[in-house]
């Protein structure tokens, strides 16, 4: 899952990213609303955190234009302001949230989830393919009766592709999901963790989950 | 209710002064009436009784005067509403007129020890059926004696009648007056405290909060028209004023609201699971930072509210502005070395201005922290100061990141930062510029910027010297 946070205060976006990132997203911060309006519009972000007050443009007028031109992505609002109006304009602008500074991380991370869950469409939030079972909540993993332990980057990879199962997801796609802008794509590390993660997941089983597709990529597979 | 309105008061003192007006003429005309009608009543019985005298001297006073004779002489004698007696010298009727019938009036007392003395007598006496009667009783005298007593009399009936009628009609009109004028007064009342009316809900609406109303009675020069546009330039300024305390409130509470979202950010990521010490250490770090921002904000906040309160106390002595100038000079050496910015002199004279040092330093200081701030990476700031006719000129330069145009006017203030700024790494709080502009302002002098984007800023102070301000 990767993320764009559009916020122009360095330390807010730094801890945003940090905390962000220890859930094992892959983040990417820019710092005013010109930049931000490019990266959401050339990279297939899975969810925007942005800030309203931004200089070049306002928030409220980066999300009406990203809107306009079709972006469909889910954004949280970042608002200073805890007056209604702003909230109202912005969920109108076509926010699917807000939060107003300051905020709890907690809370920041549990909508971050929540709107993952909405776009989903798994009501619990849970997601298993076969007896293999992540909880984005506890960020368990387990399957069958043995829970696996998991890095943050395994992880990372592991839930997108749980989020994708039976789509053929190919290295470009797991790049821009998993991995921020700072990922040097010629390097095999997308082939490195498949087989880390291989290791723990299929090692040892009747049925492997993770499927190469020859040429394209890789496959959660549904069918087993 | 416990007060009546003024509309209830206006019209009850309007009304009172006019009944009382009323009651006063009223009475005046009935009684100068009532006198006049006497007056009258008297002069035709004086009339009457000397054109009988005049007769009766014909007539040498013998007994055998007739009524007939008098009437066939005078006319106006033969009016039916006079009636004539004559009396003997012991006071008993001799002649009468016809047109006494059969009624007793006798002489009375009074009037015969008047004729006696030989005066004459005005009486007005009620009778038995309670018709009122005016007599007027004449002394005839032969030879200083006594012959006979003539005596005039007339109903007053006809005149009674008359005053009635008038007091009738003043007791019925009176109250009518009264009526109507009291209605006349309640709307005319109202009339004219219509705006007032008008005003008390404009009032009460910006009672209420709503500061865009105002009151739209006629533009007159009256009273009240006076009343509403002052009372329309209050509403104006009060608008303007409370415009600017909410600005400034919603400016204040953001600019901590920054600090206090990185603090609880940077605490509830660290808390969330066991960290390295550095970690600890770096979010202790940045929290003292932020904590310093916020108690800048809130000193140089309270800084300001007093200076609008007029609170702050300067004293104004002469000062050596050029050794403030290398004091500042070598405190922004330190300031600069992080970044490598060096502050260097440019040509300095020696200037005396009147003023305050601990406000001229902070000036001073706050304009080269700020030029610091937003230099460029191993560049300089200039500091210069010299006399330009009657004013001291001290100019602050550096070579940063600038300001634009249209930002250079609200640079000055309060909370404004221009974009680069605010996304800049080291935070100003916005109120910099604004405490330099009051500090110049109180020594009645002026601070204009100059400044392209990305090659620099300067700053330019004219402060009067002591001579042009004496």
Redesign the interface.
């Known amino acids: 899952m990767r993320i764009l946070v559009v916020e122009d205060e360095p330390k807010v976006a730094s801890f945003i990213r940090r905390a962000l990132e220890e859930e094992s997203y892959a983040v990417d911060v820019c710092a005013d609303g010109q930049k931000g309006l490019d990266w959401a519009q050339s990279v297939d972000y899975d969810l925007i955190i942005l800030d309203l007050m931004l200089p070049v443009i306002p928030g409220l007028e980066l999300l009406k234009q990203l809107r306009r031109n079709g972006v469909k992505i889910p954004v949280v609002i970042l608002t200073a302001r805890s007056e209604v109006d702003q909230r109202v304009k912005g969920l109108d602008a076509g926010a699917d949230d807000y939060l107003t500074k300051p905020f709890a991380i907690e809370e920041l991370l549990a909508r971050t989830r929540s709107l993952f869950r909405r776009a989903g469409g798994t009501p619990s939030g849970i997601l298993q393919v076969d007896d293999l079972v992540l909880n984005p909540v506890t960020r368990e993993v387990s399957r069958g009766e043995q829970r696996i332990e998991l890095t943050t980057k395994e992880y990372a990879l592991l839930e997108y592709l749980m989020r994708n199962a039976g789509r053929v997801l190919t290295r470009p796609m797991i790049t821009e999901h998993v991995w921020d802008l700072d990922f040097d794509t010629f390097t095999n590390v997308i082939d490195v963790y498949i087989s880390y993660l291989r290791n723990k997941i299929d090692r040892g089983r009747e049925q492997s989950l993770i499927q190469t597709v020859r040429g394209s990529g890789y496959v959660m597979r549904t069918d087993v | 209710m416990s007060q009546a309105s003024i509309r209830v008061r206006l019209t009850l003192w309007y009304g009172t002064a006019l009944a009382l007006i009323l009651i006063l003429f009223a009475g005046t005309i009935y009684f100068v009436m009532a006198r006049a009608l006497r007056d009258q009543v008297d002069a035709s019985l004086e009339e009457a009784s000397s054109a009988a005298i005049r007769t009766l001297g014909e007539h040498r006073f013998g007994p055998f005067l007739i009524f007939e004779d008098l009437s066939q002489n005078f006319p106006e004698l033969a009016l039916l509403d006079k009636f004539f007696q004559i009396f003997g010298p012991a006071g008993q009727v001799t002649i009468q007129s016809a047109n006494i019938q059969s009624r007793e009036i006798p002489l009375s007392q009074t009037a015969f020890q008047a004729s006696l003395k030989g005066n004459a007598t005005f009486e007005s006496v009620r009778f038995d059926k309670g018709v009122p009667f005016r007599l007027l009783s004449v002394p005839i005298m032969h030879t200083d004696r006594l012959v006979s007593i003539l005596r005039v009399g007339i109903s007053l009936y006809p005149t009674d009648k008359m005053l009635q009628r008038l007091l009738l009609a003043l007791l019925i009109a009176s109250p009518i007056a009264i009526i109507v004028s009291l209605l006349g007064g309640w709307f005319l009342a109202g009339r004219a405290l219509k705006p007032v009316n008008v005003i008390t809900h404009a009032a009460q609406r910006i009672a209420d909060g709503d500061f865009t109303q105002r009151i739209t009675s006629p533009r007159s020069s009256d009273e009240i028209g006076r009343l509403a546009s002052v009372f329309n330039d209050m509403i104006a300024r009060l608008e303007t004023s409370f415009r600017q305390i909410r600005q400034f409130s919603?400016d204040a509470s953001?600019e901590l609201?920054?600090p206090?979202?990185?603090t609880?950010?940077?605490t509830?990521?660290a808390l969330?699971?066991p960290r390295q010490a550095e970690d600890y250490r770096q979010v202790l770090e940045?929290n003292l930072e932020?904590i310093d921002r916020m108690s800048r904000i809130v000193d140089e906040l309270l800084f300001l509210s007093r200076a609008d309160l007029g609170e702050i106390k300067m004293t104004m002595m002469p000062i050596q502005l050029d050794e403030i100038v290398r004091e500042v000079q070598l405190q922004a050496m330190v300031l600069g070395q992080d970044r490598e910015v060096e502050t260097v002199l440019g040509p300095i004279s020696p200037i005396v201005i009147d003023g305050d040092e601990l406000r001229l330093r902070e000036l001073l200081l706050n304009l080269v922290d700020n030029a610091i701030k937003y230099s460029h990476s191993r560049t300089q700031v200039e500091i210069s100061l010299v006399q330009a006719g009657l004013q001291a000129e001290l100019k602050v330069c550096d070579h940063g990141i600038g300001v634009s145009e249209q930002e250079q006017q609200r640079i000055f203030d309060r909370f404004y930062r221009t974009?680069?700024a605010?996304?800049h790494?080291s935070k100003g709080t916005g109120l910099g510029l604004a405490i330099c502009k009051w500090i110049v302002e109180v020594h009645q002098g002026t601070i204009q910027v100059e400044s392209f984007p990305d090659k620099g800023t300067c700053f330019t102070v004219l402060l009067p010297l002591p001579s042009s301000l004496s």
């Open positions: 919603a953001h609201r920054t206090l979202t990185i609880k950010g940077e509830e990521l969330r699971r940045s932020e974009d680069i605010r996304g790494a």
